[in-house]
Nanobody, 112 residues
Framework: QVQLVESGGGLVQAGGSLRLSCLGSGPTFSGKIIHWFRQAPGKEYEFVADISWNGLSTHYSDSVQGRFSISRDNTKNTVYLQMNSLKPEDTAVYHC?????WGQGTQVTVSS
């Protein structure tokens, strides 16, 4: 059984930064790709970023490329999403995902 718990969301002004964390449990966490998705109010889920099991390969959506950075620490079963230069359009609930398992999400709100 896999459990994912996100934290680090909050309210920030445009141009500010936040770092999200995803703490995973279960024996497979360190060997799996981890994804971040987000859902803005009234919109579909949107891919944000992902990271390979060893952290050597990362991918980003065009909308966050150059502003967000994904990393992981397998000794802590944690994946991070560093978000810089935040924009109001980044406002969403952010979820980490492992295979079919989703965390409950953490709210990020960016004020203009």
């Amino acid at each position: 059984q896999v459990q994912l718990v996100e934290s680090g969301g909050g309210l920030v002004q445009a141009g500010g930064s936040l770092r999200l964390s995803c703490l995973g449990s279960g024996p497979t966490f360190s060997g799996k790709i981890i994804h971040w998705f987000r859902q803005a109010p009234g919109k579909e889920y949107e891919f944000v970023a992902d990271i390979s099991w060893n952290g050597l390969s990362t991918h980003y959506s065009d909308s966050v490329q150059g502003r967000f950075s994904i990393s992981r620490d397998n000794t802590k079963n944690t994946v991070y999403l560093q978000m810089n230069s935040l924009k109001p359009e980044d406002t969403a609930v952010y979820h980490c995902v492992l295979d079919k398992y989703w965390g409950q999400g953490t709210q990020v709100t960016v004020s203009s």
